[in-house]
């Protein structure tokens, strides 16, 4: 019945996509987070080196620069690997791929999380802890080398002082520590009684809350990586020429100069086990010259004995 059947049976191994399609896409996909990789690893230097931030830096996030570095450095070699895999076309390339990529979303998620659900309870204690080891290591804010800064901030925020006003030795003189939030004269003005050190915490929790958004946003869109890949592996053309460089590298007793068909017996067996199958890229399986040959021979007892009936 199935000679009669109208339509073709879709084989298994038909893929859904093609093959070039796939292939670039994710040396594309790797090609971007590699360098949004690259873009963030300078942005965290830049953050810990420049003076404008050094104001933030001086309290001491040492802890949390070192494993952004070592996640960016993570996440720009597993990228340049994904790339090597596209265009390689090695298997087990792509299988470590994949498992390198869940195992980076895993984290990035559950840093993320913990980012934004411990980062208001936890930074609050340990910006705490910072501001009053900065006072008495420098006594006053006046010894403090980056205060200029400070008064950056006390004048955009009128607040003065990082627990208090009297972290200033003599808050009165600083123009930074006076407040014209509801007064319009001059002679209306009054010292800010405010601190600057809620506003400070404020600040960086907030910036706790984006890198948190933006790593789960970033973990989500690695599953495309790992769906590309997987797509990739079980492609039919990566199937026939990983099997084809395998067989190359074996298959140097001569049996065929191209290595492609390496099953071929030396004694004389069956002509038609030597032939492998050439895959086009669409998936489906065109017959070479020795395919069609053996197989008009295979048919051919059968046509006559059906046209004798």
């Not at 017996?265 to 895959?279: M, Q």
């Amino acid at each position: 019945m199935e000679r009669f059947w109208p339509f073709k049976r879709r084989h298994r191994d038909t893929p859904c996509c093609s093959y070039i399609a796939i292939q670039f896409t994710l040396f594309f996909f790797n090609f971007v987070f590699w360098t949004g990789g690259m873009i963030s690893y300078v942005v965290v230097w830049a953050l810990n080196v420049h003076e404008k931030m050094k104001m933030v830096t001086s309290i001491n996030l040492d802890w949390l620069y070192l494993p952004l570095y070592v996640t960016n450095i993570v996440i720009g070699v597993i990228m340049y690997f994904g790339c090597c895999a596209a265009f390689l076309e090695q298997r087990k390339s792509l299988l470590v791929y994949a498992m390198c990529l869940v195992v980076l979303i895993l984290a990035e998620v559950s840093s993320s999380t913990w980012a934004l659900i411990y980062t208001r309870t936890t930074f609050n204690s340990f910006a705490d802890n910072s501001f009053n080891t900065t006072i008495e290591t420098h006594g006053t804010l006046e010894q403090w080398p980056v205060k200029e800064y400070l008064e950056d901030f006390q004048k955009e925020y009128q607040c003065c002082g990082l627990r208090s006003r009297t972290d200033w030795r003599e808050p009165y003189k600083h123009p930074t520590c006076k407040c014209r939030k509801d007064f319009k004269s001059d002679a209306d003005i009054q010292p800010c009684i405010q601190p600057c050190g809620p506003y400070i915490k404020e600040y960086l929790a907030n910036t706790f809350v984006l890198l948190g958004i933006a790593g789960l946003v970033f973990g989500h869109l690695q599953l495309l990586g790992i769906i590309l890949a997987c797509l990739l592996y079980r492609h039919p053309t990566t199937r026939v020429r990983t099997k084809r460089r395998r067989q190359s590298r074996a298959g140097s007793s001569g049996n065929t100069s191209s290595g492609l068909y390496s099953n071929s017996t030396v004694g004389g067996g069956d002509e038609e086990s030597a032939v492998l199958p050439v895959s086009n890229g669409n998936g489906k399986e065109r017959a070479t010259k020795k395919n069609r040959y053996f197989g008009d021979l295979t048919s051919l007892p059968k046509r006559l004995q059906h046209n004798k009936v």
